[in-house]
Each structure stands twice: as C-alpha cells, then as structure tokens.
C-alpha cells in the first residue's frame, strides 16, 4: 500500500547548518504530501504540504519539493536554530482524510 | 478551546481494565481522526468520524476498541479489556471540512501504559 520512508535519526546539527531529512514514497496514484513537526511537550503541527509533483512547500525557513521522478519529498533548511529541535514526520495522503506517516526523525540542534 | 484537547494526558491501567480517553476537537470542525502512536513510531490511523458518523473505522486494531462521538463535537475512545501491546500515545486530531483537503490539527495526546 501507499507509504512513506523517511530518514532514520537521531540527526544531531550545530547552530545555523543546512539540515537535510530524507523522505521517499510509495504510491499507486497522486498524493499530496506533508511534513509535521513535534516539538517536546506539543501536539503535532503542520509545517508545509505540498499537493502535486514539483510544487515546492515552505514554512519557518523550511522547504520541500514534491519530485515525482525521484519519489522524494525531502525537507531541507539552510540554517537550522536550537529552536528547530524537534521530531520530524513525513507523511502521505492517497485521498482525503487518509493520512499515512513516517516514523519520524528526531533533530537536535545544539548551540 | 483554542486547539485539540485530550484528557487524560497520561493513563495507567492494569491489563484487563477498560480505560476511555477524550477527545475535544476544536469548535465547528467537522472532521475527528483517532490516532495510535507507538514509541518510536508515526501515528497509525484507527478511526474517521464526519460529525457524529464513523466513516472508516479499518484503523482499529480489535474489537476491543471502540470509538464514538454521539454529538458530532467531543469524541471518546474506548479500550476495553486493554493489554500490554496497547500501550502507546493516542492522537486525536481534527479538521474543519470533509468536502476538500484541510489541515488536521492534533491534540497532545494520551499517554497510555498497560501494566
């Protein structure tokens, strides 16, 4: 079925390095796609989707692009704060109100 | 409310008990998803409810879950006879339409050990 492999962690950055966490997917039609992010204590909270192949979400200094051909829908920052330690999740959906995540990625940003 | 809510936030039940865990969804939002996140794990879907219709209900791992929300506002979710393999953080999450895709917004969670 539909799914999401994402990078595993922990990922561990210094202040203001490019973070990069790896997302692929497996899907039989067209699914829009989503990154969550869990901060310590918190509910999760959508952090940017993106709805068809090369549409780019961004949020916070966050981005994704939505790439068919590679399957990826990979979240990147250029400069990551202590503020951005959070958990991470990818995630997939085939049809409205079907919502399929990743296991997640733990960062951690020290000062 | 201003979000999700969900009490309790952490249950500790003896296997066999029943627990319920509640779930306010934030005013007017149509739609209610249950969630069961395992540690270390993404949150796997139970359950779909558009007001007080359960929609999907192929997330729910037994019979010995069951969820309801007789008013199409707060929802309950209910273990009964829990074991250990349900321990785990329980999602609610709500959006405000079904007709198109809208943003699910979560609660903290619940918190469940089994002992």
Request: hydrophobic share 30%; charged share 20%; proline share 5%.
């Amino acid at each position: 079925g539909d799914s999401v492999t994402q990078m595993e962690g922990p990922v561990t950055l210094s202040e203001e390095a490019f973070l990069t966490i790896n997302c692929t997917y497996t899907a039989t039609g067209y699914p829009s796609l989503f990154w969550y992010v869990q901060y310590p204590g918190e509910g999760l909270q959508l952090l940017l989707k993106a709805t068809k192949a090369d549409d780019k979400g961004s949020n916070k200094g966050f981005e994704a692009t939505y790439r068919k051909e590679t399957t990826s829908f990979h979240l990147e920052k250029g400069s990551v704060q202590v503020s951005d330690s959070a958990v991470y999740f990818c995630a997939l959906s085939p049809s409205i109100n079907d919502m399929r995540f990743g296991a997640g990625t733990r960062l951690t940003v020290k000062p | 409310g201003a979000g999700v809510s969900q009490s309790p936030r952490y249950k500790v039940a003896k296997r066999g008990q029943d627990v319920a865990l509640r779930c306010d969804p934030i005013s007017g939002h149509v739609s209610l998803f249950w969630y069961q996140q395992a540690l270390g794990q993404g949150p796997e879907f139970l359950t779909y409810f558009q007001n007080e219709a359960q929609l999907d209900k192929s997330g729910l791992p037994s019979d010995r879950f069951f969820a309801e929300r007789p008013e199409g506002s707060v929802s309950t979710l209910k273990i009964q006879r829990t074991q250990q393999e349900d321990s785990a953080v329980y999602l609610c999450a709500s959006s405000f339409d079904a007709s198109s895709y809208n943003e699910q917004f979560f609660g903290p969670g619940t918190r469940l050990t089994v002992l």
